[in-house]
C-alpha cells in the first residue's frame, strides 16, 4: 500500500531537480502512506511528474521502488495498491517468451512485485485488456511516452482514492488532498456547492471534493488526457461518460452494469448459492491473505467480520491474529462477542478496553488525518483499533461491504414495512403521527425500549431506538414515495441550502433516478445506491485514511468483483428472510461459528458521542459553534445550528450527528486557514 501524487503542464523550471523537488514537497505530506521508501520522476519535456511513498508488502526488495518503467520503455507508472492475482497473470505473460525472456532464456523479471507484473500487462494486453483481467484494490497514474498521454485509473469498487483538478492552470494528483493542497499557489476555493453535499451524508460524495475544480475519480473510472487538456477544467463537474477535446472520462467497469447482469441471471437453488458464496470467498481470503509481511483481521464478533476470519482461519495453518477494540460503556462494546468468536475459532485475539479519554485524543487529529471535511464519528473508533493493529501486523483484513451486498442495514428491513403502513395514511394523519413520535424523547423512547426489550422477538430489537424513530419521524410530514424515505434516511440536514450561505445543492445520483437500475425492490434499490454512494465515499474513505495515517494496509475480501458479481446474482429471498438480512452469508458462517455467537442486534461501531458534546467536549463545540463566529467564517447560517445546540444540550433531541457535521467541518476550516 503507498501513496502517489503528480502534475501534468503548469509552470516548471529547466531543471529535472526542481521538479523533482517539488514533487517531494506533495509527497511528504502523505509519508504516512508509505514510510518504507519515495522515490520521484519529471519529464521536464512534457510537464509531466510522479511522486512516490512507498509502504512495502509485496517484495520488500529495491526491485519494487516506484515510480517504475516498464521493461520496453513506454510506460511510467505510480501505483497505490494490490493485483492480488498478479502472480497468476505474470505466469500467463511467461508464455509469451519471445517478449518476457533475454536470448538465453533468462527470466527479465527484476523482482517478484505486483507493481513490475502490471506494467508487463500493459505493455502486452493494453491497458484495458489488463485492467479486465486484474483483481485488486489500486489507483493507478500512467504515463504513455509514446501517446504523451495521462492515465489515471481507480479500482472497481473505490478502495484507493484518487483525488484529481485543476489549478493555476496545472493538473495535479494525489491519493490525498493534502499532497494536491501542497502544489505552489493552490488557491482553490472551498465549493459550498459540496458542502451543502456534505451536510446532507457527513461525506463529500464523488466526483466532488470539497474543493472547487478538485474531483475525486469514481470507483471504476478511467480518465485520460494529454498535456494540451491539463489547462483549465472542460466543465464544471466532471461524471463519466465524458469526452471534451482530448480528454475521457469513461468507466472500465461499472456496478450498474454488474446488477443489470445479476438480476437476469439469478442463482434459483439455495445449496448452489450458499456453497458457490463459500467457495468464491474462499479464493478472495485465499489471495488477499497473501502477503512479505504480518497479517492479521480485524474481528467485531458480527457477521461480516466473522465470516471473514472464520475462513482465513480455515486457509490458515497457523492461528490467525485478530483485533478489537472494547468500550466500558455496553451500549457500544462489541469485544465480548469477538472474543467469544475468536475463542471458538482458535485465533490469536488481541483485545484492547479504552477509556473515554482515549478515544477524545483522536478528535484533534481528525482534521489532518481526514483531509477533507469528513463527519461519521466511528472514525474514531476505527482509527483506534487501526492503531492497535499496526502494533503487530502490516496487513488487516476487514469484513467490510457485507451490508451493502447481503442487505445487513437496518434500513433494508425497516423503510419497506414502513412505507407500506405510512402509505395508507392520509398525509394529514401522518403528519399527526409524526409529531406524535417526537413528543416523546429519544431518551423515553430508549427507556421503554430497554422495559420491553425482553418480551420482543429479536428481529424487532434495535439499538438507539429513539435516534431512529425521532429520524424516521421528522421526515414523514414531507416524503413523497418509498425512494424519498431512503433518501430522508441518508441525510442528516434534509435542507443544507438553509443552513450553507449562497449555495445551491447540487445534484448527485441519489437525485437522479434516471441513473439508477430498473430493480423491483426497494430493498435492492437501496443496496445499490448505498454501494455506489456511502459505501466508496464513506466506509471505505474511513477505514483508508484512518488505517493510512497509521501505515496499516487494509484489504476487503468482500469487495473481490468476483464476489460482489455473484452477489447481485442471489435473489432478495437469499438476502432478506423472516426479517433478517445476509441470509446466505449466515449460511456460511454458521458451518464454522455456532449462531447462538452471532445472532444479536446489529449494533455497529459507535461512540456515545452525544452525551460527549453535553459533557466533555461540550467547551470545544461551544467555541466551534460560538454564533459571532459562525458568522465572521460566514460559511453558515448560524440560527439553525445554534437552535440544534441547544436542543442537543437541553437534552430535548439528539442532534449529535448533524451537529457533529458542522463541528467537522469548522476544525477542518481552522486546520486549514
Known sequence: MCGLVGFLGGPLSHSERDGEALLQRMADTIIHRGPDDAGYWCDIDHRIGFGHRRLSVVDLSPAGHQPKHSACGRYVIAFNGEIYNHLELRSELE?????????????????HSDTETLLAAFAYWGVDETLKRTVGMFAIALWDKTEHRLHLIRDRLGEKPLYYGWTNGSFVFGSELKAIVRYPSFANEISRESLCLYLRHCYVPAPYSIYKNIFKLEPGCHLSLSLEDAVSPPVEVLRAPLMSGGLTLRRWWSLYDAVVEGASNPISDEKEAIESLESQLRLSIRQQSIADVPLGAFLSGGVDSSTIVALMQAEAKTPVQTFTIGFDNPSYNEA????AVAKHLGTEHNEVYLSPADALGVIPKLPHLYDEPFADSSQIPTYLV????????????????????????????LVPGSWDKFNSLPHPLRKMLANALLCVSTQGWDKINALVDGLLPERFKFSMLGDKLHKMAARLKTIQDVD?????????????????LGAKEPVS??????????????????????????????????????????????RV???????????????????????????????VLYKYVPRELIERPKQGFGLPLGDWLRGPLRDWAETLLEESRLKREAFFYPGPIRTRWQEHLSGKRNWEHSLWGVLMFQAWLENNQ
Not at 508464455?95 to 523482482?111: A, T, V, Y
Not at 465480548?336 to 472474543?339: E, G, N, Q, R
Not at 458479481?565 to 449466515?586: F, H, Y
Open 484 to 500: 424519498d424515505l431512503y433518501y430522508s434516511l441518508v441525510s442528516e440536514w434534509t435542507r443544507p441550502e438553509d443552513i450553507v
Open 336 to 339: 465480548v462477542y469477538a472474543s
Open 557 to 587: 475480501p468482500f469487495l473481490d468483483h468476483r464476489v460482489v458479481e455473484l452477489a447481485w446474482r442471489l435473489p432478495l429471498r437469499m438476502k432478506i428472510r423472516d426479517g433478517q438480512g445476509k441470509w446466505a452469508l449466515r449460511q
Open 95 to 111: 508464455k509469451h517468451s519471445q517478449h518476457f525472456f533475454d536470448k538465453e532464456k533468462r527470466q527479465r523479471w527484476e523482482g
Open 509 to 554: 445520483l441519489l437525485t437522479r433516478r434516471t441513473d439508477w437500475p430498473a430493480l423491483p425492490d426497494v430493498e435492492q434499490r437501496m443496496m445499490y445506491l448505498d454501494a455506489m454512494t456511502y459505501l466508496p465515499d464513506d466506509i471505505l474513505c474511513k477505514v483508508d485514511r484512518a488505517a493510512m495515517g497509521v501505515s496499516l494496509e487494509t
Open 386 to 413: 487501526c492503531a492497535q493493529a499496526r502494533q503487530r501486523v502490516t496487513v488487516a483484513l476487514s469484513g467490510d461491504a457485507g451490508d451493502e451486498l447481503f442487505g445487513g442495514y437496518n434500513r433494508y428491513l
